[in-house]
């Protein structure tokens, strides 16, 4: 019991993920071209920036210090000059200054003037010169030079606005330059998704005004050279399995006549059911052909949707179980309409187990079996040809059914999905659209 239990959770846990990973992809963080582009920019002009301030910051530094130094030798020049003429000392000179730096006054001792920066953080500099007097003392001059420092401060504060402005133009101009770029790829991107939805008229290097050349538009021209190439080898299959589906009608129409001819008896009628089978598998192959060529349009008339499904039900399927929940009147091609319905009643049936039940909501048209259910793969890639909705190959069918449904839902304009039930069972929704297809023709 336990373990069968942990299968259904393990069962439904994978399905839930299945049915959650599309919306949590969508909402999923998307790194944009533009802001890609504008992070680099900003971090390029950032560092470019940082480095100038740094270089600009140290040569001004060093040419004030340079500056400050010259100034204080000459004064200390003027002021040893004023000493030994007048005997008196300059305002602002000192003999044997206590507050002598040591550094300094290590320097004149060796009979030669000197000058030294004494820099404390968040305070202006100080500047000391100094000189021996020829009685072995020292003459020194102290300045603090505030001027300066407030030059050098107002200096920063320009570098910074500097930068930020440097910073944000190369962010705007990211936004400028990735904008462009990331519409014209979003662009291409959406043109080339109408080429893999089937839309052969549609061409990347138009959608993105290619008149700009630059590397979208070489992805463009290298896109619409391979959709071209694969448009060609598509309709060469298309017209190799008409040609083929043609030569054979006669000679399988022969075979069903002269099968007619034949004795009663079982071995007549296996015969007679092998060559309707083949000739049932040849009439799909035209069809699928047809549909795949493109070139059909739905010829439309008002349809009471109930109604028609009801008669349809009782004469193609009269064991189903039918539920009309919200009737509707649509616009479509009754012959094709059929077609769909018969052949998802017929997957259901062949495929599944009862009991199978067919709902009209409105627009929509829901049919559900009771069987294992879909395979997943058919379920990932969609309805492909010679491919059946069993899990294995012993069920009948040849598995055109479920593609000539979704061929003949896209000439109304419908949208086909298929899904699995819970617990069992595989559901089949086809929702008409409220407005018929441009290429269809009323009659």
Same mark, same amino acid.
């Given at each position: 019991?336990?373990?069968?239990?942990?299968?259904?959770?393990?069962?439904r846990?994978?399905?839930?993920?299945?049915?959650?990973?599309?919306?949590?992809?969508?909402?999923?963080?998307?790194?944009?071209?533009?802001?890609?582009?504008?992070?680099?920019?900003?971090?390029?002009?950032?560092?470019?920036?940082?480095?100038?301030?740094?270089?600009?910051?140290?040569?001004?530094?060093?040419?004030?210090?340079?500056?400050s130094?010259?100034?204080?030798?000459?004064?200390?020049?003027?002021?040893?000059?004023?000493?030994?003429?007048?005997?008196?000392?300059?305002?602002?000179?000192?003999?044997?200054?206590?507050?002598?730096?040591?550094?300094l006054?290590?320097?004149?001792?060796?009979?030669?003037?000197?000058?030294?920066?004494?820099?404390?953080?968040?305070?202006?500099?100080?500047?000391?010169?100094?000189?021996?007097?020829?009685?072995?003392?020292?003459?020194?001059?102290?300045?603090?030079?505030?001027?300066?420092?407030a030059?050098?401060?107002?200096?920063?504060?320009?570098?910074?606005?500097?930068?930020?402005?440097?910073?944000?133009?190369?962010?705007?101009?990211?936004?400028?330059?990735g904008?462009?770029?990331?519409?014209?790829?979003r662009?291409?991107?959406?043109?080339?998704?109408?080429?893999?939805?089937?839309?052969?008229?549609?061409?990347?290097?138009?959608?993105i005004?290619?008149?700009?050349?630059?590397?979208?538009?070489?992805?463009?021209?290298?896109?619409?050279?391979?959709?071209?190439?694969?448009?060609?080898?598509?309709?060469?299959?298309?017209?190799?399995?008409? %040609?083929? *589906?043609?030569? $054979? =009608? @006669?000679? &399988?129409?022969?075979? /069903?006549?002269? +099968?007619? !001819?034949?004795?009663?008896?079982?071995?007549?009628?296996?015969?007679? %059911?092998? *060559?309707?089978? $083949? =000739? @049932?598998? &040849?009439?799909?192959? /035209?069809?699928? +052909?047809? !549909?795949?060529?493109?070139?059909?349009?739905?010829?439309?008339q008002?349809v009471?949707?109930g109604?028609?499904?009801?008669?349809?039900?009782?004469? /193609?399927?009269?064991?189903?179980?039918?539920?009309?929940?919200?009737?509707?009147?649509?616009?479509?091609?009754?012959?094709?309409?059929?077609?769909?319905?018969?052949?998802?009643?017929?997957n259901?049936?062949?495929?599944?187990?009862?009991p199978?039940?067919?709902v009209?909501?409105?627009?929509?048209?829901?049919?559900?079996?009771h069987?294992?259910?879909?395979?997943?793969?058919?379920?990932?890639e969609?309805p492909?040809?010679?491919?059946?909705?069993?899990t294995?190959?012993?069920?009948?069918?040849?598995?055109?059914?479920?593609?000539?449904?979704?061929?003949?839902?896209?000439?109304?304009?419908?949208?086909?999905?298929?899904?699995?039930?819970?617990?069992?069972?595989?559901?089949?929704?086809?929702?008409?659209?409220?407005?018929?297809?441009?290429?269809?023709?009323?009659?």
């Open positions: 019991m336990g373990r069968r239990t942990g299968r259904q959770v393990g069962r846990g994978r399905r839930l993920c299945r049915r959650l990973g599309p919306h949590l992809r969508r909402w999923a963080p998307r790194a944009d071209l533009r802001w890609k582009f504008s992070a680099a920019i900003a971090a390029v002009g950032a560092l470019v920036a940082l480095a100038l301030s740094l270089v600009v910051h140290n040569a001004t530094r060093a040419s004030m210090l340079d500056s130094r010259d100034v204080q030798d000459e004064r200390v020049v003027a002021a040893l000059r004023v000493y030994e003429s007048l005997g008196r000392l300059p305002f602002g000179a000192e003999i044997d200054d206590p507050a002598l730096p040591a550094p006054r290590d320097a004149v001792a060796g009979g030669e003037r000197a000058t030294y920066v004494m820099e404390e953080p968040g305070q202006a500099l100080d500047v000391w010169a100094a000189a021996p007097l020829p009685d072995g003392r020292v003459l020194s001059l102290r300045t603090r030079f505030t001027d300066r420092y030059v050098l401060a107002d200096l920063d504060r320009a570098l910074v606005l500097g930068s930020v402005a440097v910073v944000l133009g190369g962010t705007a101009l990211g936004v400028l330059i904008g462009r770029l990331s519409h014209r790829l662009r291409a991107a959406a043109a080339a998704g109408r080429v893999a939805e089937g839309d052969t008229r549609v061409r990347v290097r138009d959608a005004d290619g008149r700009l050349r630059d590397e979208t538009d070489e992805l463009a021209r290298a896109v619409d050279r391979m959709a071209d190439a694969l448009q060609r080898r598509l309709e060469a299959e298309r017209r190799v399995t008409a %040609d083929i *589906a043609h030569e $054979l =009608r @006669t000679p &399988v129409t022969g075979l /069903l006549t002269a +099968a007619e !001819l034949l004795p009663p008896g079982r071995p007549t009628e296996l015969v007679r %059911d092998r *060559a309707q089978a $083949l =000739r @049932t598998l &040849v009439e799909d192959v /035209l069809e699928v +052909a047809r !549909l795949d060529g493109a070139a059909e349009r739905a010829e439309l008002e009471a949707l109604e028609f499904v009801a008669r349809r039900v009782r004469a /193609l399927a009269p064991e189903a179980r039918l539920s009309v929940e919200q009737d509707a009147v649509v616009a479509t091609d009754p012959r094709r309409l059929e077609r769909i319905l018969g052949n998802l009643l017929a259901a049936m062949r495929h599944g187990r009862a199978v039940e067919v009209v909501d409105g627009r929509r048209l829901r049919v559900r079996d069987g294992p259910g879909f395979p997943a793969e058919l379920l990932a969609g492909s040809r010679f491919r059946t909705g069993s294995d190959r012993s069920g009948g069918g040849h598995g055109l059914g479920l593609t000539i449904a979704a061929g003949q839902a896209r000439v109304l304009g419908a949208r086909l999905s298929l899904r699995n039930a819970e617990p069992t069972g595989a559901v089949a929704v086809l929702w008409l659209p409220p407005k018929p297809p441009d290429t269809a023709a009323r009659v």
